[in-house]
């Protein structure tokens, strides 16, 4: 089944902080992990992403790791601010797909000032 | 400024009723999606479509049928509503690398 497991479902970080989210997956066909950031009353917009060729990837504050071993990818915020707060998914493309996505099921961030 | 419109921020509909939820982008995106989200459940793919007048059903497409007649237009139509169909829709359009995604509707059927 083409699955994307997230984790945790919520998390709060104080101001400062490392807000880490994983994701897992199953399918060694997915060859794209993009994640997506939702603030109230809109929709995703993505964030950064990630191909296996590399372990990791990194735009300003926002890291993701990558494990193709154990098929786990991670999202790490660094020094996590209250804007920061907001519903994070992780994705994937399932078989490979060069157009469609599946989604985890989501993390809502809440970081304290 | 790229713009992806859905018809409505908020609807409700009685079980039973014909819904139409419309999406219009102006990017000239071929890939057009409905989601639906819920909680705890993520978004989950309902259809999609890669040029007019093609569809293809995604993860959750029983209740659900779809239409594109033109490239920037793309409908959600819940044929007869039921109330585990309350729930937010969002449109998004893209490729692979970026999809781009409406504000959401918020259906609710009583």
């Known amino acids: 089944q083409q699955q994307v497991k997230q984790s945790p479902q919520s998390l709060i970080v104080q101001k400062g902080g490392i807000s880490i989210i994983n994701c897992a997956y199953e399918?060694?066909?997915?060859?794209?992990f993009p994640w997506y950031q939702q603030f109230p009353g809109k929709g995703p917009a993505l964030l950064i992403a990630?191909?296996?060729?590399?372990s990791e990837k990194k735009e300003g504050r926002f890291t993701i790791s990558f494990n193709k071993s154990a098929k786990q990818f991670s999202l790490h915020i660094m020094d996590s601010q209250p804007g920061d707060s907001a519903t994070y998914f992780c994705?994937?493309?399932?078989?490979?797909?060069?157009?469609?996505?599946?989604f985890g099921s989501g993390t809502q961030l809440t970081v304290l000032p | 400024d790229v713009k992806v419109t859905q018809s409505s921020r908020y609807l409700v509909k009685r079980t039973g009723e014909k819904v139409f939820l419309e999406c219009v982008q102006d990017?000239?995106?071929?890939?057009m999606f409905w989601y639906r989200q819920d909680p705890g459940l993520g978004l989950r793919l309902i259809y999609f479509?890669?040029?007019?007048?093609?569809?293809e059903k995604g993860d959750i497409p029983e209740g659900y049928s779809v239409s594109r007649e033109k490239k920037e237009r793309f409908s959600l139509i819940l044929e007869s509503a039921s109330t585990n169909q309350t729930s937010m829709y969002l449109c998004?359009?893209?490729?692979?690398?970026?999809?781009?995604f409406g504000p959401g509707t918020r259906l609710t059927v009583l």
């Open positions: 994705a994937a493309n399932p078989s490979g797909s060069a157009r469609q996505l599946t």
């Open positions: 399918n060694t066909a997915f060859d794209y």
């Open positions: 990630i191909r296996p060729d590399v």
């Open positions: 990017m000239d995106h071929e890939n």
């Open positions: 479509s890669y040029d007019v007048k093609m569809k």
């Open positions: 998004a359009n893209g490729p692979l690398d970026e999809q781009f």
